[in-house]
């Protein structure tokens, strides 16, 4: 029974340590280019008369 006492916590301890790996690890940060957060502005050409009207 003695055993058992500290299997839960190492269980849970493992666990969360787990879970916030994985939330680092899936975050996306805003300087790479692997699409998520902030996106680059596209280019739109603009349309200008070469002559007076």
């Not at 939330?23 to 996306?28: A, G, I, K, N």
């Not at 603009?46 to 009207?53: H, K």
Request: net charge negative.
């Amino acid at each position: 029974m003695q055993n058992t006492l500290m299997a839960e916590p190492i269980t849970l301890a493992l666990l969360l340590l787990v879970v916030s790996l994985l939330l680092l690890l899936l975050q996306d940060s805003d300087d790479d280019n692997s699409g998520g957060g902030l996106r680059q502005p596209v280019l739109v050409p603009i349309p200008v008369r070469d002559q007076r009207r």
